[in-house]
């Protein structure tokens, strides 16, 4: 199982970016895809997640509203569009699989997820 995330860069306040998650050696279709974020001296955080089985979305609390999950399962790859960036969304943005189904008690552990791609660096300037 390959997880490949890209899309991340260097935009100011209020920008936008869309990341993406392509996968390799799964059943698409049955896996669940978190993006998990982490910044300097911080935890790693679950952004948003979407299960493939049912269509469920998840997202944090801070992203709420900005942030927008989906997935083009022809393409194997679920995309993160980022809208209003902010200086405290710059972290590394990883994206995780795991096959199950994701429910809101267990979107965002990222103990849960069984395979792990390499991030992407997102810089916000203010």
């Known amino acids: 199982v390959q997880l490949q995330a890209s899309g991340g860069g260097l935009v100011q306040a209020g920008e936008s970016l869309r990341l993406s998650c392509t996968a390799s050696?799964?059943?698409?279709?049955?896996?669940?895809i978190g993006w998990f974020r982490q910044a300097p001296g911080k935890e790693r955080e679950g952004v948003s997640a979407i299960s493939e089985a049912d269509g469920s979305r998840f997202y944090a609390d801070s992203v709420k509203g900005r942030f927008t999950i989906s997935s083009d399962e022809a393409k194997n790859t679920v995309y993160l569009q980022m809208n209003g960036l902010k200086p405290e969304d710059a972290a590394v943005y990883y994206c995780a699989a795991v096959f199950r189904i994701l429910f809101s008690s267990t979107w965002s552990t990222a103990g849960g997820y069984d395979y792990w791609g390499q991030g992407t660096l997102v810089t916000v300037s203010s």
């Open positions: 050696g799964i059943t698409f279709d049955r896996y669940a």
